[in-house]
């Protein structure tokens, strides 16, 4: 990965994630009290853990799409997007967490 | 193990706060004092601060790890007791530490890049803004991570 592909990793791992998060698109699932990983949703195996699933998803989504953009079009991408789409993700993902202190 | 697991990966942490603080601390603009005299503040900022970007990558992404690690034995001890006792906000203030490392680790590639390159006036922004966003997310995970651990002593019996 070149510097601008790495920098659209960046930018998009954390919208993917607020999306993986919101709508429960881990790619896979961890059940602590059995210590088992699973693709699917298994109710009867105890409290289960998404965050481990939702990076991945995050991981493999944006590193997907920051091999799919165009050199051309990622060589052009104004540097302040760097920080200012993280910044947003982090403010849509506090404003949606106020669900707990409510 | 767990107990082992659980201090180391508060040392690291202590370190990555150390280390991320200096670095989002160096890129304030601050004028010189008039004086001259150098403050604890102007000592604490002026050092060199692309030298700390690689441990802070490293720091970030072992104590990510360690956290990790640590996270089962939360879901199923810690979590459920909190929900027991009606600690809804611990819970979120945790649910928001899980989200902020998570984003924090897709940023480490732009922040190290970002870093390697040159100075100048276009990456001196981004550089500056995602340094302050991890040391936001480094200090958000530091004391919610301690805050529950020592929550049964916090709390009223």
Do not use: C
């Amino acid at each position: 990965m070149n510097g601008s592909r790495l920098t659209i990793f960046s930018m998009m791992f954390g919208v993917i994630y607020l999306v993986a998060f919101y709508y429960d698109l881990a790619l896979f699932r961890y059940y602590p009290e059995v210590s088992e990983f699973h693709w699917l949703r298994h109710d009867n195996l105890g409290v289960v853990i998404l965050w481990y699933g939702w990076i991945a998803t995050s991981a493999l989504a944006s590193a997907a799409i920051a091999f799919a953009v165009p050199k051309s079009l990622a060589d052009r991408l104004w540097p302040g997007w760097a920080w200012i789409i993280p910044t947003a993700v982090v403010v849509a993902m506090l404003i949606y967490e106020r669900r707990w202190f409510v | 193990m767990i107990v082992v697991l659980l201090i180391l990966h508060a040392l690291m942490a202590v370190a990555l706060l150390g280390a991320i603080t200096h670095q989002a601390l160096s890129v304030l603009r601050i004028s010189p004092a008039a004086n001259g005299r150098w403050t604890f503040i102007d000592r604490f900022r002026g050092v060199d601060a692309t030298a700390y970007t690689t441990p802070i990558v490293v720091l970030f992404a072992v104590t990510a790890l360690g956290g990790a690690l640590l996270y089962p034995q939360y879901r199923v001890d810690v979590r459920p007791a909190l929900e027991d006792t009606q600690n809804v906000a611990a819970n979120g203030v945790f649910e928001i530490k899980e989200h902020l490392v998570a984003i924090g680790l897709g940023l480490l590639p732009s922040y190290w890049l970002f870093w390697r390159r040159p100075n100048g006036p276009e990456t001196a922004a981004p550089r500056r803004y995602l340094t302050w966003l991890l040391a936001f997310f480094v200090w958000w995970s530091f004391i919610v991570g301690h805050v529950l651990n020592n929550i049964r002593g916090l709390l009223p019996s």
